[in-house]
């Protein structure tokens, strides 16, 4: 089944520590995107990739990382800088790198700090 | 910078009654409009789109119409049932190759 794939669901992280969300996606897609989501704050978006070895800020990007070197992944490195990181983060996908078509979203990577 | 508007953030209908949310953009460039639907604990899924060189579109129960002029686009729902209780978002894309989303409208569906 084609789709985009989180994980992992659930993660802990511990005051000082860097950790990588995983994005895979075998849609074929060009973009690919994280989004954070707080209660009340609907979706924010952190960083965004139009194209391989591409990738560009979002409106929240500090204290976050990514790397795009493959078509398929996108990872997300929240590191130590990042102050406040419990949230739910989204990884969506889309055809073409124009924004003019429907994103896929993956189930999600609740991220708790502990 | 760009910018959607959604509102209410909470709505609480009575089943079989129709619900209304509305949304509205900021950037003059964007012209594909999307609407969302988030269960708890999952990613958002796409329930309805609208292009910019349409005024209205349905599917069944969802209807979306968009004014273009005014920067304002609608989700509509008829019908309401229990299971279509979720949080919903609007977008807007398609001027800086980003979707800009809404901040939410939690919908109940009571029985």
């Known amino acids: 089944d084609g789709g985009i794939t989180q994980s992992p669901k659930y993660l802990f992280r511990k005051e000082g520590q860097n950790v990588t969300l995983s994005c895979e996606q075998n849609?074929?897609?060009?973009?690919m995107y994280w989004y954070r989501q707080d209660p009340g704050q609907g979706l924010r978006l952190i960083y965004y990739?139009?194209?391989?070895?591409?990738?560009q800020k979002g409106d929240i990007a500090e204290g976050y990382s990514v790397s795009r070197e493959k078509k398929e992944s996108f990872p997300l490195t929240v590191t130590s800088a990042q102050k406040n990181p419990t949230a739910f983060y989204l990884c969506a996908s889309s055809i073409s790198a124009f924004g003019q078509n429907e994103a896929f979203f993956g189930q999600g990577t609740r991220l708790t700090v502990v | 910078g760009e910018n959607v508007e959604q509102h209410p953030s909470t709505l609480s209908v009575q089943e079989g009654d129709s619900a209304v949310i509305k949304c509205t953009y900021s950037d003059s460039a964007s012209n594909y409009f999307p609407w969302y639907k988030q269960e708890l604990g999952k990613g958002p899924q796409l329930i309805i789109d609208i292009r910019s060189n349409v005024g209205e579109k349905k599917d069944q129960r969802i209807a979306v119409t968009l004014n273009k002029t005014a920067k304002h686009f609608s989700l509509h729902i008829t019908e309401t049932q229990p299971e279509d209780s979720a949080v919903y978002f609007c977008?807007?894309?398609?001027?800086?190759?980003?979707?800009?989303f809404g901040t939410g409208t939690r919908l109940k569906v009571l029985a």
């Open positions: 990739s139009q194209i391989v070895n591409d990738f």
């Open positions: 977008a807007a894309s398609g001027g800086t190759y980003k979707y800009i």
């Open positions: 849609l074929n897609h060009d973009a």
